[in-house]
């Protein structure tokens, strides 16, 4: 037997379609871009990992921005705004702050931020469905500014949201800080991933090993892989104070499997079940690690 409670606290199976996505928008031109807008395929960036004091403060520089960025448009989530105004909204502030929406043509990329809808694991395409009561949303805003990128993002829910999906928010927020506490210089990459997925086991959600934290700083992916899985052996690299990488767990109520649709980008899970992200820049520090994407 199913009680209403049980019924009502589980999280619904999306049917989420592409919708119309509106023209690119434009960059004032005194705006500085990044190098992959000068040519095609992938950004070549030879830059290290591990950052001086000086590239850092820049790297904080543009996790503010894009942290700033990413809290204005988190206050214009509402039951009815299109994923497109949202897209509008982190743009302009990104542009007024003089910074470039980094993933407005990254490889191609249409847009100037990802909005992740439901079942939509990463690099949903903000279009023209309007946000419904009851949707979950991810915002992921990377900022490019000072010659660095500095990348973040988060869940917001739509109005009322059944309680399968609050929790799974909540628990993918925690499960990011926990893979960010154990951080520690002379520690294998791995460990980060262990923690994370030996938290989301507890509650039986998916832990996506598709798509993974990276590298950034110059380069917007410099190639270093962050896994949110226990990937030990592999992921060996030791930590060292001053490099810089995201930690940016996808958790799922379901499968890990995914599907991409015929836009090449939006990633959606197999079984249609809900999936939560959350998203910091980090710099390995002594004694653990600093956030560098904070408002
Ligand atoms: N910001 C995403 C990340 O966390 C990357 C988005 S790439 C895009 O790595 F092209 F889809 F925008
Ligand atoms: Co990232
Ligand atoms: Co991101």
Redesign the pocket.
């Known amino acids: 037997m199913t009680s209403l409670a049980e019924l009502a606290a589980r999280a619904p199976l999306g049917n989420l379609r592409p919708g119309r996505i509106s023209p690119p928008r434009q960059v004032p031109s005194h705006i500085s871009r990044p190098e992959y807008m000068f040519h095609d395929g992938p950004e070549v960036i030879t830059a290290s990992d591990v950052k001086d004091a000086e590239t850092i403060g820049r790297i904080r520089e543009a996790g503010r921005i894009a942290a700033r960025a990413l809290q204005a448009v988190g206050r214009a989530v509402a039951p009815g705004v299109t994923t497109d105004e949202l897209d509008r909204i982190g743009h302009e502030y990104l542009c007024d702050h003089g910074a470039y929406p980094s993933?407005l043509g990254?490889?191609g990329?249409p847009k100037s931020l990802?909005t992740s809808v439901n079942e939509v694991i990463?690099?949903g395409i903000p279009d023209d469905r309007p946000l419904e009561e009851g949707d979950i949303v991810n915002v992921?805003i990377?900022a490019y500014v000072g010659g660095v990128h500095g990348?973040t993002?988060a869940m917001f829910e739509v109005g009322q949201v059944d309680e399968a999906s609050h929790l799974l928010c909540e628990r993918t927020e925690k499960a990011m800080l926990r893979g960010i506490k154990a951080i520690r210089p002379g520690r294998e990459i791995n460990v980060i991933g262990r923690v994370i997925e030996a938290w989301a086991k507890r509650f039986e959600y998916g832990v996506v090993r598709d798509y993974t934290g990276?590298g950034v700083g110059e380069a917007f992916?410099s190639g270093l892989i962050v896994p949110h899985y226990d990937a030990a052996p592999k992921h060996a690299e030791v930590m060292e104070v001053g490099m810089v990488f995201?930690v940016?767990p996808m958790l799922t109520l379901g499968t890990i499997e995914w599907e991409q649709w015929d836009d090449d980008?939006t990633v959606v899970t197999a079984d249609r079940s809900r999936s939560a992200q959350y998203?910091h820049t980090v710099v390995v520090t002594e004694d653990g690690a600093e956030i560098l994407t904070l408002p």
């Open positions: 993933c990254y490889m990329y990802c990463c690099h992921d990377t990348d993002c990276h992916h995201t940016e980008w998203e």
